[in-house]
């Protein structure tokens, strides 16, 4: 049999969210979900300013409206704030109308905050709809994914999780990383929770990044001075 090639509409492939962008450039986003967080955020600012790099920081409005300082100064030093919700609840609990409803009041929480307006949304688990992720960019808000992940909402060695995320780095990724475990509820019973020095692993992967000469930029940037990449083929594992 054969197949015709038959392109995926823009509405779909739109759907599906940013994963990477496509650059021979050695840059790429480093990202950090589920902050701010009152000890590790300050601490991996802390290194991302000695090591001269930019971040982004998709933040939980919680989060954001109980450390409004942690908010104001990744801010000021040139970081850029994405929204990653109000809570850490999935998408895929929520209707269309509720989703929205989240995200829009959400950002307005976190924007009141910096006075920044935020144009990137990364949804909990990287869940949702197909409707919710067609209705998400009518609020201004690119869906953004990533291209790798270093496991890092699980215990473990800091040094094995900086591995982790530098094994699946390349051109034009986005890496997700994480300044706070946002659902704690969900751990295993039995199961640890993440009690690794952050601001280490930051600092092991900027010590790799500078060895092989990459740049790092905020996401926004990355994906209005490239091609962005709407496909998961890049994307190894799913996160938190
Ligand atoms: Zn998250």
């Known amino acids: 049999m054969r197949l015709l090639p038959v392109p995926v509409p823009p509405l779909v492939s ?7 962008v496509n650059t021979a450039d050695r840059i790429l986003a480093i990202t950090y979900d589920d902050g701010p967080h009152p000890e590790h955020t300050p601490r991996i600012l802390d290194v991302l300013a000695a090591r001269g790099a930019t971040a982004t920081f998709f933040v939980l ?3 954001a409206q109980k450390y409004p300082d942690i908010v104001r100064r990744i801010a000021a030093e040139g970081h ?17 109308a509720g989703a929205l409803s989240e995200i829009r009041k959400a950002r307005a929480a976190v924007e009141a ?3 920044v307006p935020i144009v990137i949304y990364r949804p909990p688990y990287g ?43 390349s051109e034009g990724a986005i890496l997700l990383l994480h300044d706070d475990r946002g659902d704690p509820e969900t751990l295993a019973p039995g199961e640890p929770a ?18 092989h000469d990459y740049r790092t930029a905020t996401v926004s940037s990355l994906i209005r001075d490239y091609r ?6 890049k994307q190894r594992i799913s996160g938190r």
């Open 113 to 115: 905050i910096t006075g």
């Open 194 to 211: 993440p009690a690794f020095d952050r601001a280490r692993v930051t600092d092991l992967i900027m010590e790799h990044l500078a060895l």
């Open 228 to 233: 962005q990449v709407r496909s998961a083929a």
């Open 14 to 20: 739109r759907a599906l969210g940013i994963f990477c």
């Open 127 to 169: 869940e949702d709809s197909i409707p919710q992720a067609i209705a998400i960019p009518r609020l201004g808000l690119d869906v953004v994914m990533w291209s790798s992940d270093a496991l890092d909402w699980v215990h473990d060695e800091e040094q094995t999780i900086a591995d982790r995320a530098i094994s699946g780095l």
């Open 80 to 96: 850029e704030i994405g929204l990653h919700g109000r809570d850490h609840r999935s998408l895929l609990t929520l209707s269309t």
């Open 61 to 63: 409005s919680r989060q």
